[in-house]
C-alpha cells in the first residue's frame, strides 16, 4: 500500500471542509474493501447455498473451493505486492508515470505464472475432480489478478470508481450464481461460476480505471522492469511473504486438528475456527486505516521536512528540531492509533459477541472463546503491522525482515503445539506470534528512532550501485523477449 499516501495526499491538499472525510473513505475502500469483498463473496455463496437447500458435503465443498483460492491468492501477491508498491511510489515521487500500465501488465504476468502453474500442480494432485479442479484454477487466478490490480488502484484517487467496481462483483455473483441456478446447474458448479463472473467484473472495471488515469501507450521494453525491484528491496519481498505465512499459517495448521474436517482430497476446513478468523481479522482493520489517513499524511509532511533538510542546507540545531518534531508526530500517531484499536478491540469482545450470537450464523460457546482469543491476537497484529509499516518509512528494512520471519515461524510453530492442548485453546499459537511481532517491531523502531542521523547518513553508502542480481537478468531477458514477440507480430500484421 506504499502508493496510497500519495494519492491521499491529493485529497487532503484540496483544502476543503470535505477532504479529510474525503481521504478517510479512499483509504477504508481501498486498504478494507478487498478483505470485505473476499467475504462479503463468500458471505453471499452461503446465504445462496442456505436458500437453495444445499447439503452440507456440497457447501462445505463450496466454502473450501473459496477458501483455498483467497489464501493461496494473498500469499503470492504478499510476495510481490511491497516490491511493486516500491516501485510505484518511485515512479510517481520522480514524476514518471510513463510504463505505469506496462509494468502493470508485466506484473500480471509475473503473478499469473508463479501463482498458476504453482496452484494448478497442487490440484492436479489435490483429487478433486476436473471440472471442480478446473473451476478452482480460474477463481484463483481471477483473484490473483484482482489483488494485483489493487496494488495499482492506491495509486489513484477515484475512489467512487473503485467502490463501483467492489460493488458490481458482488451484484455479479448474486445475479450469475441465480441464474445458474435457475437454469438447473448443479449448485456448487453455479456458486463457482458465478463468483468467477463477479470478480471478471471486478478486473475488467478496476483496469479500465488504471487506463483512464496514464498514459495508453504500452513500451514493451519496459514490461518487466519491476522485478529489479526484488534484486534492490528483497527484504520488502520476504517481509511480505513472511507477514501472510503469519497470518494464514496458523488456519491451515487448525484445518488438521481434531476440530478440521476433510472435505475432498486435499481440501479441509475448520468451520468454527475459519468464521470466527473472518470476523475477528475485520477488527484490525480500523487500525490500518487510522494509520493510513493520520500517518501518511500527518507524519509525512514532518518526514519530508526532516529529508529535505539535509539537501536544503539547513544548520546542526534545524536538523535536530525537525528530527524532533518527526519522531514527536509518530509517536501522536502510533498512540492514537494503539488507543482506537483497543476502543474496537473491547466493542468487539462485549457487544460484537452478543450481536453474532443473535445472527443466524450459528455461534455457540466454543466460537465466542475462538472470537474473543482471535480479536486481541488480531489487534495486537494490527499495532504491529503499524509500527513495522513506520520503521520502512526510514529505509532500514532489516529489523522488518527478522520480526517478519519470527512471526511466520511462530505462528505455525506455536500453532503446531497448541494442537496437543484443549481444542479451547487453538487461537493462542496465533496470539503469542502477534506479541512477539509486536515487541520485536517496537524494539526495531526504538533502536532506528534512537539513531536517526546515523541512520539516514551513515548506512548509506558512499556510492550507490543498482545491484544486479537474478531479476536483473530475468527483467532483461522478458524484456527482450516481450519486444521480439510485439515486433514479429507487427512484422505479420
Given at each position: 500500500m506504499a502508493g496510497i499516501g500519495?494519492?491521499?495526499?491529493?485529497?487532503?491538499?484540496?483544502?476543503?471542509?470535505?477532504?479529510?472525510?474525503?481521504?478517510?473513505?479512499?483509504?477504508?475502500?481501498?486498504?478494507?474493501?478487498?478483505?470485505?469483498?473476499?467475504?462479503?463473496?463468500?458471505l453471499t455463496v452461503f446465504i445462496l447455498s442456505n436458500l437453495a437447500k444445499v447439503t452440507i458435503t456440497d457447501r462445505n465443498l463450496i466454502v473450501a473451493i473459496i477458501t483455498y483460492g483467497l489464501l493461496g491468492s494473498l500469499l503470492i501477491n504478499g510476495f510481490v505486492s511491497l516490491v511493486i508498491s516500491r516501485y510505484l511510489s518511485d515512479k510517481i515521487y520522480s514524476r514518471d508515470i510513463r510504463h505505469v500500465l506496462t509494468s502493470y501488465w508485466g506484473s500480471q504476468f509475473f503473478t499469473l505464472a508463479i501463482g498458476g502453474s504453482l496452484y494448478g500442480i497442487f490440484l492436479l494432485f489435490s483429487h478433486l475432480g476436473w471440472l471442480y479442479g478446473?473451476?478452482?484454477?480460474?477463481?484463483?487466478?481471477?483473484?490473483?489478478?484482482?489483488?494485483?490490480?489493487?496494488?495499482?488502484?492506491?495509486?489513484?484517487?477515484?475512489?467512487?470508481?473503485i467502490f463501483r467496481a467492489f460493488l458490481t462483483t458482488i451484484v455479479t455473483t448474486l445475479v450469475m450464481s441465480v441464474i445458474f441456478l435457475f437454469i438447473h446447474?448443479?449448485?456448487v458448479i453455479a456458486s463457482l461460476a458465478g463468483i468467477i463472473f463477479g470478480y471478471a467484473s471486478f478486473f475488467i472495471l478496476a483496469t479500465n480505471l488504471l487506463y483512464q488515469q496514464f498514459p495508453n501507450k504500452l513500451d514493451y521494453h519496459h514490461m518487466f522492469d519491476f522485478l529489479n525491484g526484488f534484486d534492490d528491496y528483497w527484504e520488502l519481498a520476504v517481509i511480505g511473504l513472511c507477514t501472510q505465512l503469519g497470518l494464514l499459517g496458523h488456519i491451515v495448521v487448525i484445518w488438521f486438528s481434531q476440530i478440521g474436517q476433510q472435505v475432498r482430497g486435499f481440501f479441509y476446513i475448520a468451520p468454527y475456527y475459519d468464521l470466527t478468523v473472518f470476523i475477528a481479522s475485520l477488527t484490525m482493520l480500523v487500525t490500518t486505516v487510522r494509520f493510513i489517513v493520520s500517518m501518511e499524511v500527518d507524519f509525512f509532511n514532518t518526514y519530508r521536512k526532516y529529508y529535505l533538510s539535509f539537501t536544503n542546507g539547513a544548520t546542526l540545531q534545524e536538523i535536530k528540531k525537525a528530527e524532533r518534531d518527526m519522531t514527536d508526530s509518530l509517536r501522536k500517531g502510533l498512540g492514537r492509533t494503539v488507543w482506537v484499536q483497543l476502543m474496537v478491540t473491547l466493542l468487539a469482545i462485549s457487544v460484537g459477541t452478543a450481536i453474532l450470537n443473535a445472527l443466524p450464523l450459528g455461534f455457540n460457546t466454543t466460537m465466542n472463546g475462538y472470537f474473543r482469543i482471535l480479536c486481541v491476537a488480531y489487534a495486537v497484529y494490527g499495532m504491529a503491522n503499524v509500527v513495522t509499516l513506520s520503521t520502512i518509512y526510514f529505509g532500514n528494512l532489516s529489523g522488518s525482515y527478522r520480526a517478519s520471519i519470527a512471526f511466520a515461524l511462530t505462528s505455525i510453530l506455536?500453532?503446531?503445539?497448541?494442537?496437543?492442548?484443549?481444542?479451547?485453546?487453538?487461537?493462542?499459537?496465533?496470539l503469542v506470534a502477534t506479541m512477539l511481532y509486536f515487541v520485536m517491531a517496537w524494539l526495531n523502531l526504538e533502536k532506528i528512532s534512537s539513531n536517526l542521523t546515523y541512520q539516514i547518513l551513515g548506512r548509506q553508502p558512499l556510492i550507490y550501485r543498482e545491484k544486479e542480481g537474478v531479476f536483473h537478468h530475468l527483467a532483461s531477458f522478458l524484456n527482450q523477449k516481450m519486444l521480439a514477440l510485439t515486433r514479429k507480430g507487427n512484422y505479420e500484421k
Open positions: 500519495f494519492a491521499i495526499n491529493k485529497v487532503v491538499r484540496e483544502k476543503r471542509l470535505t477532504s479529510k472525510p474525503h481521504a478517510f473513505a479512499y483509504a477504508s475502500i481501498v486498504t478494507v474493501a478487498p478483505l470485505l469483498l473476499g467475504e462479503l463473496v463468500l478446473t473451476l478452482a484454477w480460474l477463481l484463483f487466478c481471477e483473484l490473483l489478478l484482482s489483488w494485483n490490480v489493487i496494488n495499482y488502484l492506491t495509486i489513484i484517487k477515484d475512489y467512487w470508481g446447474l448443479p449448485v506455536a500453532t503446531v503445539a497448541s494442537l496437543y492442548t484443549n481444542s479451547l485453546f487453538y487461537g493462542f499459537g496465533f
